[in-house]
């Protein structure tokens, strides 16, 4: 939505005329001239043809100039063939994950020793270093070769790539390195939400890893 709302907006500034001009010349309802200029939704059938009309512009050409610029959205979306995993799909699956292994793996640490009263007060994280190294090497050495990717990865029908070459992310001593920068990134969190900004969605890891994580089932012509 809004291509087509751009090209009246500017030939319509280009002609030098206001938006009330506008409306009077094509008979169309002020507000709706707004709403369309403003991208809140887009003119069609007698509507496009009357702006169209007004403005001399193509309604061919300017439907054409909408259709491409959605296929040129889609086509950023893909790398490799592959569709690149929404934003929200990623964070969702880093949650899961990090909530399973703390249920599995940390949860029962944590429970031991609250029952036992043997909480130490100075240790503010449950998580050390060597933690971090231990999940790495497991889920890059068991999963990465397995699945292309994490548990999270995996829930979600997701799997992680080679930006430089496009192949699956199937190497252990690659997949450790990658989960390590996860984890310990994790610990300050920006590198984390990073992809919330990013136009290839990936996170920092992503970046110093040279990988995309993709959805398996939209790879094109698969």
């Given at each position: 939505m809004g291509v087509i709302g751009e090209i009246i907006c500017e030939t319509r500034k280009a002609k030098g005329l206001t938006q009330e001009e506008l409306a009077e010349m094509s008979k169309v309802n002020l507000r709706t001239i707004q709403r369309i200029e403003n991208k809140e939704s887009d003119?069609?059938?007698?509507?496009?043809?009357?702006?169209?009309?007004?403005?001399?512009?193509?309604?061919?050409?300017?439907?054409?100039?909408?259709?491409?610029?959605?296929?040129?959205?889609?086509?950023?979306?893909?790398?490799?063939?592959?569709?690149?995993?929404?934003?929200?799909?990623?964070?969702?699956?880093?949650?899961?994950?990090?909530?399973?292994?703390?249920?599995?793996?940390?949860?029962?640490?944590?429970?031991?020793?609250?029952?036992?009263?043997?909480?130490?007060?100075?240790?503010?994280?449950?998580?050390?270093?060597?933690?971090?190294?231990?999940?790495?090497?497991?889920?890059?050495?068991?999963?990465?070769?397995?699945?292309?990717?994490?548990?999270?990865?995996?829930?979600?029908?997701?799997?992680?790539?080679?930006?430089?070459?496009?192949?699956?992310?199937?190497k252990a001593s690659e997949g450790a390195i990658r989960e390590f920068l996860k984890y310990a990134s994790s610990i300050l969190l920006i590198p984390i939400i990073w992809l919330l900004w990013d136009n290839k969605n990936q996170n920092l890891y992503d970046k110093l890893t040279k990988t995309f994580v993709v959805e398996i089932d939209q790879k094109l012509g698969a």
């Open positions: 003119p069609r059938g007698k509507t496009l043809s009357l702006i169209c009309e007004a403005l001399e512009l193509n309604i061919e050409e300017v439907l054409n100039s909408e259709k491409h610029h959605n296929e040129n959205r889609i086509k950023s979306d893909l790398v490799y063939g592959y569709k690149l995993a929404p934003k929200g799909i990623r964070l969702l699956a880093n949650l899961t994950e990090f909530f399973i292994f703390f249920v599995i793996l940390i949860g029962p640490n944590v429970l031991y020793k609250m029952l036992t009263k043997n909480m130490d007060p100075n240790v503010g994280a449950f998580v050390k270093v060597e933690h971090l190294a231990f999940f790495s090497l497991l889920i890059g050495g068991v999963l990465y070769p397995v699945f292309s990717g994490n548990l999270g990865h995996k829930i979600f029908n997701l799997k992680v790539i080679c930006a430089e070459s496009g192949a699956d992310y199937k």
